[in-house]
């Protein structure tokens, strides 16, 4: 089936001599033209489909190929600022419930959900039921800007200095709209923070709140952070772009620096094209004067001009919260209830029980955070004893254990052709188990990954976790690579390597013995 006809979206950008076999896939089509030919690409079949087709061009729509489950594909979605709605849950919930014993969703570390099982005739029905309930997977994968995140308590938040959900929508619009970009170099993720622990530095593009001049009397706005992320190659926190913005400015400066991007990104090297290396080549102060030329060409140039110099200082000095409990929010007689979601996997079951919870006790509204659980928002008082005693709750809990609360997983082997070891049911067992045999003092953050992509950040929890390989009596087994000192408080900073990596059936042991070492966990008696 040729799909070769050229997408005015998709211009090249080097010399076709240049074009890896991605690039060249790109430049040739783009993905988003599929979406009104679903119906007959799913008639046909995935295996009638071109290698471009079933791996490139259909993550242009959300639509994932998985080589581990052949013939049964991922959605991802894009819910901005990790808001859903109890109708669009339900209508999630059908999609995975109709999967059978294939179907399943994960939150994932951009509040998002990822839905698996599906089958490519699944794919025209889908984005049809989820458009008519205003849901969209549209550029959700690949070469695109993912999910833009924010605060998970915006809008409720007695602490917020910033409300994110307008400006997290108001982002999405203009990068999905018809200016913005169709083919990046390589992923892109951006975030908005509204509040004192909005640890956003893993992101290639971040406005934390800050203070105009960095005096705490000035105008509160936002300054402006480049360059995260994490890869097999490269691990790096984003750094300061010395300016300032207010929000009604950050729609079209992200613009201009995604289409600086798309325009200036090096093509050659997969392995080194995500944003912070075209910052290294062009140096911090002329890679600012470019998007500030190209946020001229959006917004106009007295407006580029009039954009404030900043020393990067901002208002975000702790580590994130754990969501999780009863909680009052900023209007009077509501509560936020937080839920923990085990390794963020969900059935279809249990979406629709969240649904109906949501409907009843509260206004209907969900919301996923980066550490991959739920809350339930708008939960007057005298609803609170009643939505506790829900079963629902004894699967996933007010009050989870200081390990569990804490812990975030990559999908694992199950799913992913390049994990090394079945990360959330290994996560789970190992959590589990620590808690069974310790008491902690505080809640301490892990971080699983199956592989060294680092889609689970291990770089980013007080432990983190890596699959990976190790002899044991002769023959290779799973093993985990362990890192410890990771921080996203006042004073962020990257976990290293402890050890060589761990055989699984030892991880446990390994594990205990560092809680109780740096972490000032006691064991229980009689365990």
């Known amino acids: ?62 639509i994932f190929f998985r080589p581990v489950t052949p013939g049964r594909f991922m959605v991802r979605l894009r819910l901005p600022n990790g808001l859903i709605q109890a109708d669009q849950l339900d209508v999630l919930a059908e999609a995975v419930d109709r999967c059978g014993d294939h179907g399943s969703a994960d939150i994932t570390t951009r509040q998002n959900l990822q839905l698996r099982g599906l089958l490519l005739e699944d794919m025209g029905p889908l984005v049809t039921a989820m458009a008519a309930v205003g849901l969209t ?64 530095l893993h992101n290639d593009l971040a406005f934390l709140p800050a203070h105009r001049d960095g005096d705490q009397s000035a105008e509160l706005g936002f300054t402006v952070l480049v360059g995260g992320f994490f890869s097999a190659q490269r691990n790096t926190l984003a750094i300061p772009l010395g300016l300032w913005l207010r929000g009604d400015q950050l729609p079209e400066f992200s613009l201009a620096v995604l289409r600086h991007y798309e325009r200036q990104g090096d093509r050659s090297n997969r392995n080194k094209t995500r944003l912070m290396y075209l910052i290294d080549a062009l140096g911090i102060e ?3 004067n470019e998007v500030l030329d190209t946020y001229g060409e959006f917004a106009g140039a007295a407006a580029a001009a009039a954009v404030s110099r900043h020393d990067g200082s901002h208002l975000v000095d702790r580590a994130p919260r754990d969501i999780c409990g009863v909680h009052a929010q900023r209007q009077d007689g509501l509560h936020w209830v937080g ?90 067992a190992v959590v589990e188990e620590l808690e069974r045999r310790l008491e902690l003092p505080q809640a301490v953050r892990t971080h699983w990954t199956g592989c060294p992509n680092a889609c689970g950040q291990p770089y980013m929890g007080e432990i983190g976790l890596m699959g990976a390989k190790a002899r044991l009596d002769g023959q290779m087994v799973e093993a985990a690579k362990i890192f410890l000192g990771g921080s996203m408080a006042a004073e962020p900073r990257l976990g290293e390597l402890h050890d060589k990596p761990i055989p699984l059936s030892q991880l446990s042991d390994v594990l205990e013995t560092l809680l109780v070492e740096r972490f000032g966990a006691r064991r229980r008696p009689g365990v």
């Open 339 to 428: 839920l923990h979601v085990p390794m963020g996997r969900l059935e279809a079951s249990g979406m629709a029980l969240l649904s109906r919870l949501a409907r009843i006790y509260g206004s209907g509204q969900l919301r996923f955070s980066e550490s991959q659980n739920v809350l339930i928002c708008d939960v007057p008082g005298e609803r609170l004893e009643a939505l506790l005693a829900e079963p629902l709750l004894q699967r996933f809990r007010v009050e989870p254990g200081p390990l569990e609360a804490e812990a975030v997983s990559c999908t694992g082997n199950r799913y992913c052709s390049f994990a090394l070891i079945p990360t959330k049911s290994t996560a789970q």
């Open 286 to 288: 002329r890679y600012r």
């Open 137 to 200: 997977s549209r550029q959700s994968g690949h070469d695109n800007p993912r999910n833009v995140t924010g605060n998970p308590l915006a809008g409720i938040d007695p602490e917020e200095f910033v409300d994110t959900r307008p400006l997290v929508d108001a982002i999405q619009d203009v990068l999905l709209g018809p200016e913005g970009p169709k083919n990046l170099p390589r992923k892109f993720n951006v975030a908005v923070g509204g509040a004192p622990d909005s640890f956003l």
């Open 1 to 62: 089936m040729p799909l070769s006809q050229s997408s005015p979206e998709a211009t090249p950008l080097v010399a076709s001599s240049k074009r890896s076999k991605v690039e060249q896939a790109k430049a040739d089509f783009c993905g988003l033209a599929l979406e009104p030919r679903l119906a007959e690409l799913g008639q046909a079949g995935w295996e009638s489909l071109d290698e471009a087709t079933l791996t490139i061009h259909l993550k242009w729509l959300g």
